[in-house]
């Protein structure tokens, strides 16, 4: 297993390829799509891949429906969940003539390399993986199989278009290592069919949510891109804070404010230290206005976008048949490729 600096090392160098030679790459990201896309992947994840993709790079979005229910047992209201992270990604700037975007059910030749795939990793390996130990933890359910095997699935969406990228925080580094071995053990049984992919992590600092824990739309600390102004106002007037009118930046002591004045930061590309300072002795109230504000005009342009995009139905649908056709057709190159490679081509 690699160590986590040699991975920095490698990210910092593939950072250096891309720019110089951009054309060469092939990025694949993307999300589950259970809920309203936030703040936390407007500056984690979305924002880098819409600069990757006006650099010139190739970019693959997932909108991974299938691992919906790693973790749970029922889908929910995935096509809508699926629909709204299509829009956010759309009025975030990724352009459907440049981008594929698609959705993990809609192309079988990805999810038919899971077999050849499986049978390259130990029961073992699986086990090891500590993020899928982090979300059966926190899922509070009995690992499913889906669940337990779910990293092996995201190397299929990873190495099904040869992605040579993959912007991710450092959760989803396990993930990538297991799509690296993959792609490593395929050639060695096989042939060289898949390219080997390499993390690129994001430096976006982690955003907090409302209460100061990572914002997540489990823990209902999130505000999200879709959210009205209004609606923005509510949820972070809604915030604990603390008696001290006084507004200080200090994570341990003052988590609440904390939060707010590093979401404002972000927002603004402020300091916090330096909001507080601005606000001083104007309390709690005066802290979340600004917040308020300060999200609100940064979301203004995105939410004025996704709104027309969403009042055209037909149009979030059409651009995901397209990235659907697609991305069918990569990945049964792929699978053509494969078959090829083991000898199962009749
Ligand atoms: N597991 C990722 C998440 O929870 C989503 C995802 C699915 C993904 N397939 C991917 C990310 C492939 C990067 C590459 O956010």
Same mark, same amino acid.
């Given at each position: ?12 160098? @593939? ?21 309203? @896309? ?71 030749? /990805? ?88 993390? /690129? ?23 999200? @891109? ?39 930061? @972000? ?80």
């Amino acid at each position: 297993m690699d160590t986590y600096s040699s991975t920095m090392g490698r990210s910092d160098a @593939l950072a250096a390829d891309i720019a110089t030679d951009p054309g060469s790459h092939t990025v694949l990201t993307g999300e589950r799509p259970t809920g309203s @896309l936030h703040l936390g992947h407007l500056f984690g994840t979305i924002r880098e891949r819409v600069r990757l993709q006006n650099l010139g790079v190739r970019t693959m979005v997932v909108l991974a429906d299938y691992q919906v229910i790693t973790d749970r047992d029922a889908i929910g209201h995935v096509r809508q969940h699926v629909y709204d992270a299509a829009l956010d990604n759309l009025a975030a700037g990724i352009d459907p003539e440049k981008s594929v975007i698609f959705t993990h059910s809609s192309v079988p030749a /990805l999810n038919q390399l899971l077999l050849p795939f499986l049978s390259l990793v130990t029961e073992a390996e699986l086990h090891r993986n500590p993020t899928v130990k982090a979300e059966l933890a926190a899922s509070g359910r009995a690992l499913s199989g889906l669940l337990l095997t779910y990293p092996v699935h995201q190397a299929a969406d990873i190495l099904f278009c040869k992605a040579t990228v993959v912007p991710v925080g450092k959760d989803q580094l396990p993930h990538i290592e297991m799509a690296r071995v993959i792609a490593r053990r395929f050639r060695d049984r096989y042939g060289a069919v898949f390219e080997k992919p390499q993390a /690129l992590l994001t430096s976006a600092p982690a955003v907090p949510g409302l209460d100061g824990r990572k914002m997540s739309k489990s823990f209902g600390n999130a505000i999200s @891109l879709s959210m009205t102004p209004d609606e923005t106002v509510a949820v972070v007037r809604r915030t604990p804070t603390d008696s001290d009118r006084d507004i200080s930046y200090d994570p341990a002591a003052r988590p609440g404010v904390s939060a707010l004045l590093t979401i404002a930061g @972000l927002c603004t590309g402020r300091e916090p230290g330096a909001i507080a300072a601005d606000i001083g002795g104007g309390g709690a109230g005066s802290l979340k206005d600004c917040v308020a504000e300060s999200v609100n005009s940064l979301l203004a342009e995105h939410r004025r976008r996704r709104a027309d995009m969403a009042a055209d139905p037909d149009y979030v649908r059409s651009v995901l048949r397209h990235g659907n056709e697609r991305a069918n057709e990569i990945a049964e190159q792929t699978l053509s490729e494969v078959r090829a490679a083991m000898g199962t081509a009749y």
